[in-house]
């Protein structure tokens, strides 16, 4: 069964409060990297600078900033100045605009915080951007046209893995590694797989009036698994062992 996600306004991808920062509708929170003790950011276009929810600093193209953990508190230095929090976040001054890490670009906004006396990066970012940088990585674009609707069907499942996942951790929702789902950022996004999140905007599974539980993989080798004898997920209806036709579909 097929259902709209209420309230998702993707088609705005923010809008603006106090001191004009940007908050998401449904979003998500990707790890990026963790167990850092320093790291180094270099901008190429204009960015701000919000530490503990407050706005604070502007940066500007060629600024660099060294964030680092001190005193049990995030600590940002920029030229001559010292900022520090709890938590520190970076937004484009252009909405349009991307920011960056690691040589990739991503939409939304960029977190730092400490979690274990040591650095993660979270990239949060509405839902419907996040698929976009999913799918391609995960499926690609080689089947092209010839099997859009497939292209469509497995967008729906990413889509529901990555609602499955909200709020179960703390600090953020999903890995941007195998641990969950690949996500490549903009810098993935293709024009085919960006039109199959747009053609099924909001739609994710559902049974007997609950979001579903849902696991996808490369291969199945010809035949699936009861979800039980691999994950502690318990019983679930739908999720039986079945063969993949002879030979094998998959």
Same mark, same amino acid.
């Given at each position: 069964?097929?259902?709209?996600?209420?309230?998702?306004?993707?088609?705005?991808?923010?809008?603006?409060?106090?001191?004009?920062?940007?908050?998401?509708?449904?979003?998500?929170?990707?790890?990026?990297?963790?167990?850092?003790?320093?790291?180094?950011?270099?901008?190429?276009?204009?960015?701000?600078?919000?530490?503990?929810?407050?706005?604070?600093?502007?940066?500007?193209? +060629?600024?660099?900033?060294?964030?680092?953990?001190?005193?049990?508190?995030?600590?940002?230095?920029?030229?001559?100045?010292?900022?520090?929090?709890?938590?520190?976040?970076?937004?484009?001054?252009?909405?349009?605009?991307?920011?960056?890490?690691?040589?990739?670009?991503?939409? +939304?906004?960029?977190?730092?915080?400490?979690?274990?006396?040591?650095?993660?990066?979270?990239?949060?970012?509405?839902?419907?951007?996040?698929?976009? +940088?999913?799918?391609?990585?995960?499926?690609?674009?080689?089947?092209?046209?010839?099997?859009?609707?497939?292209?469509?069907?497995?967008?729906?499942?990413?889509?529901?893995?990555?609602?499955?996942?909200?709020?179960?951790?703390?600090?953020?929702?999903?890995?941007?590694?195998?641990?969950?789902?690949?996500? +490549?950022?903009?810098?993935?996004?293709?024009?085919?797989?960006?039109?199959?999140?747009?053609?099924?905007?909001?739609?994710?599974?559902?049974?007997?009036?609950?979001?579903?539980?849902?696991?996808?993989?490369?291969?199945?080798?010809?035949?699936?698994?009861?979800?039980?004898?691999?994950?502690?997920?318990?019983?679930?209806?739908?999720?039986?062992?079945?063969?993949?036709?002879?030979?094998?579909?998959?």
């Amino acid at each position: 069964v097929l259902v709209l996600l209420k309230g998702c306004s993707t088609g705005v991808r923010f809008t603006e409060v106090s001191q004009d920062k940007p908050v998401f509708h449904k979003p998500i929170r990707v790890l990026l990297d963790s167990g850092k003790d320093l790291i180094s950011l270099t901008f190429s276009s204009s960015k701000i600078i919000y530490i503990d929810n407050k706005r604070t600093a502007s940066l500007k193209k +060629g600024d660099k900033l060294f964030i680092t953990y001190v005193n049990k508190k995030v600590t940002a230095k920029l030229g001559n100045r010292i900022l520090s929090g709890n938590s520190i976040e970076i937004f484009t001054a252009d909405k349009k605009d991307l920011v960056s890490f690691q040589n990739k670009k991503y939409r +939304g906004i960029l977190r730092l915080i400490a979690v274990n006396n040591r650095l993660s990066v979270i990239n949060e970012l509405p839902l419907e951007d996040y698929i976009k +940088g999913v799918v391609p990585m995960e499926m690609g674009v080689a089947a092209s046209e010839k099997r859009y609707e497939a292209l469509k069907a497995f967008t729906i499942a990413a889509r529901t893995y990555a609602v499955m996942n909200l709020k179960t951790r703390n600090t953020f929702d999903v890995f941007s590694d195998v641990r969950d789902q690949v996500y +490549g950022g903009a810098g993935s996004e293709r024009v085919l797989t960006n039109k199959a999140v747009n053609e099924t905007k909001n739609l994710i599974l559902r049974h007997n009036q609950t979001n579903a539980t849902v696991f996808y993989h490369a291969s199945c080798g010809g035949s699936t698994e009861d979800v039980g004898n691999v994950f502690s997920r318990g019983n679930i209806p739908y999720l039986k062992e079945i063969n993949d036709g002879n030979p094998p579909n998959c």
